[in-house]
């Protein structure tokens, strides 16, 4: 089952990823992706082996960004791909059956492609700007999602699809409107003093 609700991990302005997803599992966040960049592979497997039991604790999943290898070493429940990143039936043949496999799609033609891969979720975005993610794919905006899904739903594809990029707690109803499965959020929980009224009010509207 892929969660409705997904947190993409950040650097706080104090601390460092593991605080971010302790606080954001502590407010009852149930799936975590570990996003951590221009670090050192060992230094994301260190992260991502203390991610993994956190996420234990409180019955969440972990899924890591950019590295089949590391989620297979540090026993994550998946591993989320970039369209620039290995090619998921790569990634597919690493970490072998039974591990989620999610994908980034920024137009529809992305979409119809993860769909083929056979992609277990698909993250759609960036819905407005962000500066979470460098080299930034071009916005999709409400607009732009509406028309995605319109097509995504004539095409009767089932494969969950996620919003995310620059996307707060007010914006779920209307993506949900639009057809999305749900959001990712990041900067929209990191850093803020009411992580537990955030997670209990986005689940509320998922």
């Known amino acids: 089952m892929i ?9 706080p302005l104090v601390g460092t990823h593991l605080d971010a997803i302790k606080c954001v599992l502590t407010a009852g966040g149930k799936w975590i992706q570990l996003r951590v960049k221009d670090e050192e592979p060992s230094a994301v497997l260190d992260l991502a082996i203390k991610a993994r039991k956190l996420c234990e604790q409180y019955g969440a999943k972990l899924i890591i960004n950019d590295y089949p290898d590391i989620a297979v070493k540090a026993g994550a429940h998946g591993v989320h791909l ?4 290995v090619p998921l039936s790569e990634a597919k043949a690493i970490v072998g059956q039974g591990m989620i496999v999610g994908g980034t799609a920024n137009t529809f033609k992305h979409i119809v492609q993860r769909v083929s891969e056979g992609a277990d979720y698909i993250g759609l975005g960036p819905f407005r700007f962000t500066s979470t993610k460098q080299n930034l794919s071009p916005i ?24 995310i990029g620059g996307i707060t707690v007010a914006d779920i109803a209307v993506l949900r409107q639009a057809g999305l499965y749900g959001v990712a959020l990041s900067s929209g929980l990191t850093n803020k003093g009411e992580t537990n009224l955030i997670v209990n009010d986005a689940y509320s509207k998922l």
Do not use: C, N, W
Request: net charge positive.
């Open 3 to 11: 969660d409705k609700l997904h947190y993409i991990s950040q650097r």
């Open 140 to 163: 999709i905006g409400l607009e732009g999602y509406r028309a995605i899904m319109k097509k995504v739903r004539e095409a009767r594809f089932v494969t969950p699809i996620i919003a």
């Open 82 to 85: 970039g369209l620039t990143d």
